[in-house]
Each structure stands twice: as structure tokens, then as C-alpha cells.
């Protein structure tokens, strides 16, 4: 498997991904727009997978790869590969598939429980997922839900938390990958966001209890085990 990563910030990479990754004896390389912008030829790619970051998709004055990172995972979902989208990631998915992006009404950032909806059970991409289970969020920003799509999950402070598209590309809003060392990063680059608010929790409460990165991560391996298949044509 040939995969290639959007990678936006230093601390914010692969997570438990990786290890995934590592597993499946996958061919990655990446796209790290914080040291060079240089984007690779789609052709032989079969996952792209579209990281998070502090950064906005409209911020393209101040980072004008943006620009062209659009174009590239607009031409990656156009041709059919898998393509798996992050908090930003998802963001820019979205808009690239012409819904509107936007600042929520709520920052949810902590562990804030998720509930799946009822396109969830018709998809392959999320077999196995439970109907209601506590995840990692860090995002102010939030997507209408893509024109085509499949509306996957909400939360009380962000309706559009997962959407799929075609079977073959999906957005998370939330975060399955977070470990308790990229937490420990977040936190540390990201502290001024930690203020009060009813979807904001302490950074003591975030990193406290380590099963629940455990769980999340074990979900985000379902997820990627199920686009394996899905991409082997099971």
C-alpha cells in the first residue's frame, strides 16, 4: 500500500497511525508543508491521509500552499483514491467539495462524547463503530455537511463530525489518532487555547486517564483496517 501524508504542523503527525502504518509494512511518504510544499504525482497513490493544524482553510495569504493542496486532494477524491481527512483535514475536504467552512459555535477541545448516525450503519467504512463513544476533539472550526455526502456523527457542540463521500473519502472532525505524547504536544504548543468554556476541558483532565487513548486508537485501527479493504476491493 502506497500512502501519502499532508502533514501541516510539526506537532501535529500520525499518531498511532503510524504504527498502523508500520504494521501493514506500507509504503509512506509525506508532504510536510512547514519545511517544503512540494507536492508528488497522484498516479500509483492509494491513501492520502490529510492532517490537522492550528491554521484555517481560508488562511491562504498566510500559507499559500494551501492553495495548492486543495487542488491536489480535489484531483486524488476526482480520481477515485482513498483519501482520509483530520480536523483540517476534513475542513479542507469539505471545502473542496464545495461546503462552507466556518468558526463553531462552541471551541471543543478534551473528551466529549460522539454519537453515530444512521448513515453510519450502511457504511463499510465504519463497520464496527459503536453508536455512542467518548472521543478526542481540538478544533474551533466546523464544515457544513459536503453536497453528496453521508452525515456519520455529531456531538452536542458540533453537529458535522465525520461525513463520508463516495466510500472512498472520508472527514473526522475528531481526533482517533491522538496518543498521550501528541496530546502532551497539543498542549504544549497550543496552551493559549485552553481557556474557559463549556466544550474546553484542564490539561490535567485531557492526559489524565491513558485507556482513553487506548480506545480511540483501536478505533482509528478499525477505520484504517476498513479502508484497507475497501481499497483491496473486498
Not at 497513490?45 to 495548492?68: C, R
Not at 455537511?145 to 473519502?169: K, N
Not at 482517533?176 to 493559549?192: H, I, N, P, V, Y
Not at 492526559?207 to 479502508?227: C, E, H, Q, T, V
Amino acid at each position: 500500500m502506497k500512502v501519502h501524508v499532508l502533514q501541516h504542523v510539526p506537532f501535529e503527525g500520525l499518531g498511532s497511525i503510524e504504527r498502523w502504518l508500520n504494521d501493514r509494512r506500507a509504503e509512506v511518504a509525506y508532504t510536510r508543508f512547514f519545511a517544503s510544499p512540494v507536492l508528488p504525482a497522484v498516479a500509483g497513490i492509494d491513501l492520502v491521509i490529510v492532517l490537522g493544524g492550528p491554521m484555517g482553510v481560508h488562511d491562504e495569504g498566510s500559507y499559500p500552499w494551501l492553495v495548492a493542496e486543495k487542488r491536489f486532494v480535489g484531483d486524488c477524491i476526482d480520481r477515485g483514491l482513498a483519501v482520509l481527512g483530520i480536523c483540517l483535514g476534513a475542513q479542507i475536504i469539505a471545502t473542496v467539495l464545495g461546503a462552507q467552512v466556518y468558526a463553531n459555535p462552541e471551541r471543543e477541545i478534551g473528551w466529549w462524547p460522539l454519537q453515530q448516525l444512521a448513515a453510519a450503519a450502511d457504511s463499510p467504512l465504519f463497520a464496527g463503530f459503536p453508536s455512542q463513544v467518548e472521543v478526542f476533539h481540538w478544533h474551533g472550526d466546523t464544515f457544513d455537511l459536503p453536497p453528496g455526502a453521508d452525515h456519520i456523527a455529531r456531538s452536542t457542540a458540533c453537529a458535522h463530525q465525520a461525513f463520508v463521500y463516495r466510500e472512498r473519502t472520508v472527514g473526522l472532525q475528531f481526533h482517533l489518532e491522538t496518543t498521550g505524547d501528541s496530546a502532551r504536544q497539543l498542549l504544549s504548543m497550543c496552551a493559549d487555547e485552553i481557556v474557559p468554556g463549556p466544550f474546553i476541558q484542564s490539561a490535567e483532565a485531557m492526559i489524565a486517564d491513558p485507556r482513553r487513548f487506548a480506545a480511540i486508537n483501536g478505533l482509528m485501527y478499525r477505520l484504517l483496517d476498513n479502508f484497507a479493504r475497501v481499497i483491496a476491493g473486498e
